[in-house]
């Protein structure tokens, strides 16, 4: 008999008003195929916003089935359930809803100074994440390290962290060209990371 699913969550981190910085929330909306039809600019949602409602989810599971949603048979595995979660730029307020789901692995979506070209994407364990720590905390209300340590005292996952090199960041900025073509790589990269 087979065991229960593994559980998967990927966090898109950043800010929508800052340049290449909303390229974490921007990949949770190309997951959940929201396209680059983007929502405001509020930091707070990545999906489309349901029929009949005044406010946007903020985050979106992908545990229909393959036959209900398109987006979770591209994503989906029989052996994993995927949680995506738009966490804007004070991902420390989701650590109780992420820990509440049990979760084995965890990937987060984040632009950071890791010495790269413009657009190169590269992922990161523990030891490089504590690292990185001095590129992963310009544009966050609290320092990413300091949300991945709480992950880590309230679930036993896996964490890692998908890092995107911005080119820019200033404020009142779109994302810049060579990131914008690196999104079909990062969202294909991530599908693969669910499978695996």
């Known amino acids: 008999m087979a065991g229960a ?3 998967l969550v990927i966090l898109g981190v950043g800010n929508r008003l800052r340049g290449d910085d909303a390229v974490g929330c921007i990949v949770c909306d190309e ?7 983007r929502p405001p600019r509020d930091g707070f949602w ?10 946007p989810p903020r985050h979106q599971d992908t545990k229909a089935s393959p036959a209900e949603s398109p987006q979770a048979a591209n994503l989906h595995s029989p052996i994993a ?5 738009d ?44 690292q990185l720590s001095y590129g992963l905390m310009s544009t966050h209300t609290l320092p990413l390290t300091l949300t991945i340590e709480m992950l880590s005292l309230q679930t ?14 200033e404020f009142n900025t779109d994302l810049s060209p060579v990131v914008r073509a690196a999104l079909p790589g990062l969202v294909q990269f991530i599908r693969d990371w669910a499978r695996a």
């Open 87 to 130: 966490c804007g730029n004070t991902p420390e307020n989701y650590v109780q809803p992420i820990a509440d789901r049990k979760p084995d692995r965890i990937l987060i979506v984040d632009c950071c100074d890791f010495g790269g070209e413009a657009g190169e994407f590269r992922i990161f364990g523990r030891p490089e994440i504590d």
């Open 156 to 169: 036993t996952a896996d964490i890692e962290l998908l890092g995107i090199q911005p080119q820019q960041i």
């Open 46 to 55: 990545s999906c489309p916003k349901p029929e009949g409602t005044n406010s």
């Open 81 to 85: 359930s995927l949680f995506i979660l």
């Open 5 to 7: 699913p593994r559980q």
């Open 31 to 37: 997951l959940l195929g929201a396209g680059h039809d």
